[in-house]
């Protein structure tokens, strides 16, 4: 009976949950008031101790790996590869793109996630569904425009993700078949997070903690900033 953590941090908010034999035992939602690691580990030692565990009870931790908020994926990966590392639990790494794709209401078909990349570009992967509950990935996570990934889609497609705010002067207002989802369902939660590591842990599918790396797709624009900087002083020497 796996005693599992799921952590989701890609976002404007983020959530814990603990999972017993895939069955979410508790999960606590928090505000990304919370910045760093130091202020989410009383909430993951709360949810522990709820269930009577310790660190070192945690069999397995699945983890939400991005694409999404900078911080807040190195938040994430950095809390899971440390409890792994000390606590020998095994790591499930969860394309969050996957997580979002399992919010789609139940007379979707095609999906578009749009996550907002900043300069009129999108964090994005296209799905359609093949059964009630599952999805099949028709465009991995990847860099695009919301213009492009809609010509590219069969309609009736659905819209979910936190950038869709950002972009809606790119939403044709003459096509009823591109639909807007309503906000609730743009968040990824780590309910999603264990639904996906569970069934990933089932295949064997782990990451080694050494490996795991949250997936950006592009730098932060800090870093882009940093590496434009100095090859400019590169070509000035």
């Not at 069999?59 to 939400?64: A, G, T």
């Not at 440390?82 to 499930?92: F, M, P």
């Amino acid at each position: 009976m796996p005693r599992a953590l799921a952590i989701e941090t890609s976002g404007r908010s983020g959530s814990i949950a603990t999972v017993i034999d895939g069955t979410i035992a508790r999960e606590e939602s928090f505000t990304h008031g919370l910045q760093n690691a130091a202020k989410i580990l009383p909430i993951i030692d709360q949810l522990c101790r709820a269930q009577s565990w310790t660190p070192r009870d945690i069999d397995e931790i699945y983890v939400s790996i991005g694409p999404g908020s900078f911080t807040g994926l190195r938040i994430g990966v950095t809390i899971a590869k440390t409890i792994a590392l000390t606590c020998g639990s095994r790591i499930v790494a969860v394309p969050t793109v996957e997580v979002l794709a399992r919010n789609a209401p139940p007379d979707a078909r095609n999906i578009v996630i749009v996550l907002d990349a900043k300069r009129d570009q999108i964090f994005t992967a296209r799905f359609s569904r093949t059964t009630d509950s599952e999805w099949m990935t028709e465009e991995p996570a990847h860099l695009d425009s919301l213009t492009e990934m809609l010509r590219r889609s069969p309609r009736p497609v659905h819209l979910l993700g936190e950038g869709i705010p950002f972009h809606q002067k790119f939403l044709p207002a003459d096509d009823p078949e591109v639909i807007v989802t309503t906000p609730e369902l743009w968040q990824a939660r780590a309910t999603r997070v264990a639904q996906i590591g569970w069934q990933m842990s089932r295949a064997n599918l782990f990451t080694d903690a050494d490996r795991l790396a949250p997936v950006y797709i592009r730098l932060p624009e800090a870093e882009e900033k940093w590496n434009a900087s100095r090859s400019a002083q590169v070509n000035e020497t």
